[in-house]
């Protein structure tokens, strides 16, 4: 029997390309830091290698450990980053809200799922630090309440499409794969739940396929296609 549903965050319930974001992003980012001595371009080289440290995290350590070891070691002699970059999450990334194609109210829709009695977590890649998650969350009128567990990178040990990431939320929430469906927009990170014998439904309004992996078998559709196929399984 369904008992949960776990949601993606970016390109599902936030409804963007991922590039128009990490355009609007990596631009806010990179003004913050210069007055630091961070020099852009090396900045966004930096960031993104630390992604790459927490998307490869064995789960020896936290995401945001793997992120800041990386990050700092590629700026040797240069003011800590991290205090400038927990105000930037909670300030100028807000500015990112420009790149949604629009700006839907996503409450009721996780309420429905609530009001019938399901628990909802949010399952979103836990590569930002939790206030950067809040911060995208309020562009579509959610918040922490409004779900049970909410992963970033000062809660995980893993990343997508890793499939202990899943195991780690399945874990800290105390239910099995088969009591679970998880709804996300990409193909290889929130589809490969289903190796562990979640069911997936794949958000296809920015669905995300780089390496053209067969999506066929899944079933797809809107969020409120999503909601609708959950509670029949529920019911």
């Known amino acids: 029997m369904i008992t949960t549903v776990l949601f993606d965050l970016d390109g599902t319930l936030l409804p963007f390309e991922q ?65 400038e970059c927990d105000d930037f999450y909670t300030h100028e990334f807000d500015r990112a809200k420009s790149s949604l194609k629009y700006v839907p109210d996503r409450k009721p829709l996780i309420g429905r799922l609530k009001s019938a009695g399901l628990r909802v977590a949010l399952a979103t890649n836990p590569i930002f630090p939790l206030n950067g998650v809040i911060t995208r969350m309020a562009w579509v009128n959610l ?44 193909v290889s990170e929130d589809m490969a739940a289903e190796k562990l014998g979640v069911r997936v439904f794949l958000a296809d309004e920015f669905t995300e396929n780089p390496d053209n992996i067969d999506a066929s078998r899944y079933p797809k559709g809107s969020l409120e296609q999503a909601v609708d196929y959950i509670l029949g399984l529920y019911g």
């Open 19 to 83: 590039e128009d974001f990490i355009k609007v992003y990596f631009g806010e980012l990179c003004k913050r830091l210069a007055p630091l001595g961070y020099e852009p371009q090396h900045t966004v080289k930096s960031v993104w290698a630390g992604t790459k440290s927490m998307i490869l995290n064995d789960g020896s350590r936290l995401n945001s450990a793997a992120f800041w070891e990386t990050f700092n070691a590629m700026n040797p002699g240069l003011p800590d980053a991290r205090g």
């Open 143 to 186: 918040a922490p309440e409004d779900f049970e567990l909410v992963t970033h990178y000062d809660n995980s040990t893993f990343c997508k499409p890793n499939t202990r990431y899943y195991e780690e939320v399945l874990g800290k929430l105390g239910v099995k794969p088969e009591e679970c469906v998880m709804v996300g927009n990409s």
